[in-house]
């Protein structure tokens, strides 16, 4: 195979004369593309950045408010928890006091049941020591009818 030196030439200016009609007309074509392109790849790329701020900006707020709304929510609970611990304490004193009252009353009452029950049997003895009294004026008292009244005296008394 021979390699002629014309032919080399020729094929070297040819491609060079296509090279040249191709940058005249398609040059600047080509390159606008490849310029649009670069810019649309520059705009994505920078839009992505952009999009990517605006996430770790989101994100940093809903977590700042996400942490107020947790303060918030421990505030609220501390309150409801203070509100109902005051609250307890209060039912607890108001049946401390109901209680005491009931007691106090229910003392009382035992105390004049007691002097009732204290009077009506000072109120039997006497009847009963007024009508031995009388019973032993009705008849003559001897000495063991005097023993057989007190017995009765003593068994209707309970002594």
């Not at 203070?82 to 609250?87: T, V, Y």
């Not at 106090?104 to 004049?112: D, P, S, T, V, Y």
């Not at 049941?113 to 031995?132: C, S």
């Not at 004026?137 to 008394?157: N, P, S």
């Amino acid at each position: 195979m021979e390699v002629n030196v014309s032919t080399v030439i020729f094929n070297w200016i040819n491609f060079g004369l296509i090279i040249l009609i191709l940058k005249h007309f398609f040059w600047d074509k080509i390159k606008g593309i490849i310029e649009e392109r670069q810019n649309l790849v520059n705009q994505t790329i920078s839009k992505a950045d952009e999009d990517a701020e605006k996430a770790r900006m989101y994100l940093v707020k809903n977590e700042q408010i996400l942490q107020s709304a947790k303060e918030e929510g421990k505030k609220i609970t501390e309150a409801q928890r203070a509100k109902g611990d005051k609250l307890y304490e209060e039912i607890v004193q108001n049946a401390k006091v109901e209680a005491n009252s009931v007691k106090e009353r229910a003392n009382l009452e035992i105390e004049r049941e007691k002097e009732k029950a204290e009077y009506e049997i000072k109120k039997q003895a006497v009847d009963l020591a007024v009508e031995l009294s009388v019973k032993a004026l009705e008849q003559q008292v001897d000495e063991a009818t005097h023993r057989k009244l007190i017995g009765d005296f003593i068994a209707k008394v309970g002594m």
